[in-house]
């Protein structure tokens, strides 16, 4: 059986750091491309970034409100991908889905960040 | 960044048909586009219905089908039910980037 099992939500102050995890398993994580989306309280889900296979060399691609204070990272032998986001603002606050890019068939079911002082 | 326009509310009838369509700022939307369409219940996380514009899901019912149309891309339900009332989003494929549309609030009704 496929699951995704985020982590790493919480509640955390304008300006601060965070970093979400999302244990995989039931399939092999590192030939997949992965995604982060995210879906503000009340509101439409948007895009945040993926990640690419290593075969695939692992690149990174990032949606504009979040280019260079994200990071999207993988640990293949852990079975996990992590989301590093910093300066966080307010505006972040959204629940957080981590997908498999491929189709986007498998989806984890979410982690709250709230960003608020 | 690209935006994708979506209908934000459709109604249709039990056993009816109704059209979802997905609109992209930077020009028709094509194939290369590669859409995307998702249903999203109240407290769930989406699913996917279609990929790659009219690829279906083993879990997607029948009823439902994508195309392209008039430049746009398509979310086609014929023979709606009540358990199809949800949130659908498009979503289409950029150079570096993917969007998705703002959503339709499907009501069966």
């Known amino acids: 059986e496929v699951q995704l099992v985020e982590s790493g939500g919480g509640l955390v102050k304008p300006g601060g750091s965070l970093r979400l995890s999302c244990a995989v398993s039931g399939f092999t994580l590192s030939n997949a491309w992965m995604t982060w989306v995210r879906q503000a309280p009340g509101k439409g889900l948007e895009w945040v970034g993926r990640i690419r296979s290593k075969t695939d060399g692992g690149t990174t691609d990032y949606a504009a409100p979040v280019k260079g204070r994200f990071t999207i990272s993988r640990d293949d032998s852990k079975n996990t991908l992590y989301l590093q986001m910093n300066s966080l603002k307010t505006e972040d606050t959204a629940i957080y889905y981590c997908c498999r890019a491929g189709g986007f068939d498998y989806w984890g079911q979410g982690t709250l960040v709230t960003v608020s002082s | 960044q690209a935006v994708v326009t979506q209908e934000p509310s459709l109604t249709v009838s039990p056993g009816g048909t109704v059209t979802l369509t997905c609109g992209s700022s930077t020009g028709a939307v094509t194939s290369s586009h590669y859409p995307y369409w998702f249903q999203q219940k109240p407290g769930q996380a989406p699913r996917t219905l279609i990929y790659d514009t009219s690829n279906k899901q083993s879990w997607t019912p029948a009823r439902f089908s994508g195309s392209l149309l008039g430049g746009k891309a398509a979310l086609t339900l014929s023979g709606a039910q009540p358990e199809d009332e949800a949130e659908y989003y498009c979503?289409?494929?950029?150079?570096?980037?993917?969007?998705f549309g703002g959503g339709t609030k499907l009501t069966v009704l």
């Open positions: 979503l289409l494929s950029y150079s570096d980037a993917r969007v």
